[in-house]
């Protein structure tokens, strides 16, 4: 079993960062899909970005076309922990954001909440403008 926890929420001006951190326990997921999603009131689960292994130190990363440019993912294995930096944020950031880890390899499925086995209990980003 997995257990993911969010942190570094808030709240932040327009333009403003934060970093996301989510930290994992009960396995290491060093080598697993860890993706970060959102959603927002009244709508649906989005994707955000995700980070897999693909051997040695080498890692794939993926973004939704919003947080191109804007948010970095990255990883530390030895602190078993994903982070999402988060930069230039504009309002329509506004959501409570979560990490997700995939038990097994999810290839081009990345991008759907469903491929993902476990997930954190969230954490609230309000951009305001």
């Known amino acids: 079993q997995v257990q993911l926890v969010e942190s570094g929420g808030g709240l932040v001006q327009a333009g403003g960062s934060l970093r996301l951190s989510c930290a994992a326990s009960?396995?290491?997921?060093?080598?697993?899909?860890v993706g970060w999603f959102r959603q927002a009131p009244g709508k649906e689960r989005e994707f955000v970005a995700a980070?897999?292994?693909?051997?040695?130190?080498?890692?794939?990363?993926y973004y939704a076309d919003s947080a191109k440019g804007r948010f970095t993912i990255s990883r530390d294995n030895a602190k078993n922990t994903v982070y999402l930096q988060m930069n230039s944020l504009k309002p329509e950031d506004t959501a409570v954001y979560y990490c997700?880890?995939?038990?097994?390899?999810?290839?081009?499925?990345?991008?759907?909440?469903?491929?993902?086995?476990?997930w954190g209990q969230g954490t609230q980003v309000t951009v305001s403008s």
């Open positions: 009960g396995r290491s997921f060093s080598n697993a899909f």
């Open positions: 980070i897999s292994w693909s051997g040695g130190r080498t890692y794939n990363t």
């Open positions: 997700a880890a995939a038990g097994s390899y999810i290839g081009p499925t990345y991008y759907a909440p469903n491929a993902y086995d476990y």
